[in-house]
C-alpha cells in the first residue's frame, strides 16, 4: 500500500509517498480504506518531534481518517464490509489502509462527504463535549456564549453548535472577512479580537452582565480578558492555544467570581479509555451526524490534496489564509472529486 511514513523527525516539505505492507488486522479491529486524512497543526508539530506525544519510529503520521470498513478482525461486529466511518487512530492515518480498534470507530450518514467527515472527529467532537457535557461548559438554552477563533476550525463548530444548542452566541475574530463567516454560521454578534476592547463590548451586548460561558480556542491576551466577561458564576473551557501563548489562570479571580475552569483532552477519551468511554463517544458521533443530517452543522473544507502532496497541505495549514479544513485524500476519492495525483497537471487545471 501506500503511506507517508516517517523514520526520524522531519519537515513536512521532506515528506515522500513509500510503499509498504499493509498493517495486519487483530482481534476487536477494524481495516480501513482510507479515503481522507485530516491534516491539522498539531500533526504538524508532531512530525517534527514539537508535539507532547512522541511515538517510536518508523511511523505513519495520522490521526483522524474517513473511510470504508475493509475487513473486520476476530470478536469485530458492530460494522460490516463497505460500512462508512469515521476512526480515530494514534499513528498510521496517511496511508491507502489503516488498522483501528472497532472502540475507535464510528459510523457516519451516507449523505456527509469523507472531506468534510473528519472535522466531526478533530473538531466538533471536541467542541461537543466542551459545549454540552456537565463537566464542562454544560450550555443551556437561552445563555450567552462568547467564541474566540470563530472562523478558526475549532471557533467555527462551537459558533454552529451553540447556535443549535439555543444559545446566543458572541463571536471574535480578526479580520472583517472572518467575521462575516461567524455571522453567517449562527453567531449574533461578530466583534474584533481585540483585548483592550473585549470586555466593554461583551458588557455593552450583555447589559453589563456578563457571559454565561466562554469557549476559548486561542489563549493569551484573550483567555485573560475572557475572565472578566464573565458573569459570577461563569463558565470557561480552554481549548488550544493557537495565539502560541498558554495563559497563567488568576486564582483570585476564579475564587472571588465562583468561576469554573474546565479542560477537555479527547485523547483521553477516545483513545487511552476508550473502553471505558465508548458508549458515550458514540453517542456524541451519532448526534453529531444526526445535526449535520438536520443542517445545523456543515463543517467547511478549505483546500484538498491527493497523497504525493501531503507537503502542500501542511503548507496551507502554516498559511492560516483559508477558512476550513484541510484534508488529504487517497487516489478513489481522489478521482471522485477530479483531483490528478500529478502536481504539474493539476497545478496546471
Not at 60 to 83: K, N, Q, S
Not at 90 to 110: D, H, K
Not at 212 to 236: K, N, Q, T
Not at 265 to 287: C, D, L, S, T, V
Request: aromatic residues 6%; hydrophobic residues 40%; contains cysteine.
Amino acid at each position: 500500500m501506500r503511506r507517508v511514513q516517517i523514520a526520524s523527525w522531519t519537515t513536512p516539505d521532506r515528506l515522500t509517498v513509500t510503499e509498504g505492507p499493509s498493517p495486519a488486522c487483530g482481534a476487536g479491529e477494524v481495516r480501513i480504506r482510507v479515503q481522507a486524512v485530516a491534516i491539522t497543526y498539531s500533526l504538524w508539530l508532531l512530525i517534527q518531534g514539537k508535539y507532547q506525544r512522541k511515538p517510536p519510529f518508523p511511523f505513519i503520521p495520522g490521526v483522524f481518517v474517513a473511510g470504508y470498513v475493509a475487513e473486520l478482525g476476530p470478536g469485530a461486529t458492530r460494522f460490516r464490509e463497505g460500512d462508512r466511518v469515521i476512526a480515530t487512530l494514534e499513528v498510521g492515518g496517511l496511508a491507502e489502509e489503516a488498522v483501528v480498534p472497532e472502540a475507535s470507530t464510528y459510523a457516519i450518514p451516507r449523505s456527509l462527504p469523507f472531506v468534510k467527515a473528519n472535522a466531526l472527529n478533530c473538531s466538533y467532537s471536541s467542541v461537543t463535549a466542551a459545549l454540552t457535557w456537565p463537566r464542562s461548559l454544560h450550555i443551556q438554552r437561552g445563555e450567552t456564549l462568547l467564541v474566540h477563533g470563530a472562523a478558526g476550525n475549532v471557533g467555527g463548530a462551537a459558533v454552529e453548535i451553540g447556535r443549535t444548542l439555543g444559545a446566543t452566541v458572541i463571536a471574535t475574530a480578526s479580520t472583517p472577512e472572518k467575521r462575516e463567516w461567524a455571522l453567517s454560521r449562527g453567531a449574533k454578534y461578530a466583534l474584533e479580537s481585540d483585548p483592550e476592547l473585549l470586555r466593554d463590548r461583551v458588557m455593552e451586548i450583555t447589559s453589563g452582565r456578563g457571559v454565561d460561558a466562554v469557549l476559548d480556542p486561542v489563549g493569551g491576551r484573550l483567555f485573560d480578558v475572557s475572565l472578566r466577561c464573565l458573569r459570577p458564576e461563569g463558565r470557561i473551557t480552554p481549548l488550544g492555544f493557537a495565539c502560541g501563548e498558554i495563559p497563567r489562570i488568576p486564582a483570585n479571580l476564579i475564587l472571588v467570581k465562583n468561576l469554573s475552569v474546565s479542560g477537555i483532552n479527547m485523547g483521553h477519551y477516545k483513545i487511552r479509555e476508550r473502553a471505558r468511554y465508548e458508549p458515550m463517544i458514540r453517542a456524541m458521533f451519532a448526534q453529531l451526524g444526526q445535526w449535520f443530517e438536520q443542517g445545523c452543522i456543515d463543517p467547511t473544507t478549505s483546500a484538498v490534496f491527493p497523497l504525493e502532496r501531503t507537503p502542500d497541505a501542511f503548507a496551507a495549514i502554516l498559511a492560516r489564509n483559508k477558512i476550513g479544513h484541510v484534508v488529504v485524500v487517497m487516489d478513489e476519492e481522489a478521482g471522485r472529486l477530479g483531483i490528478s495525483r500529478r502536481r504539474e497537471r493539476e497545478e496546471a487545471s
